[in-house]
């Protein structure tokens, strides 16, 4: 996907303070193919907003408040929920490596230290938009590794991809180039609609035993369905 002025990236900003929030709109906006469409100061005012305003990434802030009733890492499965088609750019300022695996076990596409550049932030909404997830080496080397196993479990999740159609496989490499079901319907062929593509997802999560796009890119990547991107951090 590329993002134009016409069809610019859209983003849902979500912090608790709103001379924050100013800050990172007034910085993306630098870029003319990003867009702020939405802000949100707890997680109601981001479920809510989630639910009736289109947007493409959400930029959250895992440390919401106390005026949050819950915390940014509690809400990231139920903003996925509320906006499937959405990605999740977590933003903290801790280093607390257990937390950021935790942010993407729950389905953040990737994270942001408020250390990073304004370059970095750009250019990690711009990936992530992309399809490709935005985590340090470490970090994605770990998810890979936590869906690694035996020799046993690698034979059970052989049997599980035996299940997939040629048609799902295809679509499983078309999610891994980060298109959307809209441009995945178009590229197979121009009759299929979204919901076909939604009923091909829904079969293909079913099959593989996973809950999200990101825990199937995962997936894709560990077992050879897709080749992961290689990060290059400037």
């Not at 996925?80 to 257990?98: F, G, M, S």
Request: glycine share 6%; charged share 25%.
């Amino acid at each position: 996907m590329v993002a134009t002025k016409a069809t610019p990236i859209r983003v849902l900003l979500i912090d608790d303070h709103a001379c924050v929030r100013a800050g990172y709109r007034m910085l993306l906006e630098t870029r003319s193919t990003i867009k702020v469409v939405a802000e949100a100061g707890t997680s109601d005012e981001a479920l809510t907003i989630a639910l009736s305003e289109e947007f493409d990434i959400s930029l959250l802030d895992l440390q919401l408040g106390n005026k949050s009733p819950e915390s940014g890492l509690d809400i990231i499965p139920k903003l996925l929920k509320a906006c499937p088609t959405a990605r999740i750019l977590a933003l903290t300022d801790l280093t607390d490596y257990t937390m950021h695996q935790e942010a993407a076990r729950r389905g953040a596409m990737g994270l942001v230290s408020k250390d990073d550049s304004v370059s970095v932030l750009l250019k990690a909404v711009e990936k992530v938009y992309a399809g490709e997830p935005w985590f340090d080496r470490a970090l994605l080397g770990s998810l890979l590794s936590e869906r690694s196993g035996v020799n046993s479990e690698r034979d059970a999740e052989r049997a599980k991809i035996n299940l997939l159609t040629k048609r799902e496989h295809e679509i499983v490499r078309l999610i891994a180039k980060g298109l959307k079901n809209r441009e995945i319907g178009q590229h197979l062929n121009p009759s299929i609609g979204e919901k076909t593509i939604r009923n091909h997802l829904s079969a293909i999560f079913g099959k593989l035993e996973v809950v999200s796009r990101f825990e199937l890119l995962i997936y894709a990547y560990r077992h050879g369905l897709a080749a992961p991107p290689v990060r290059v951090k400037h």
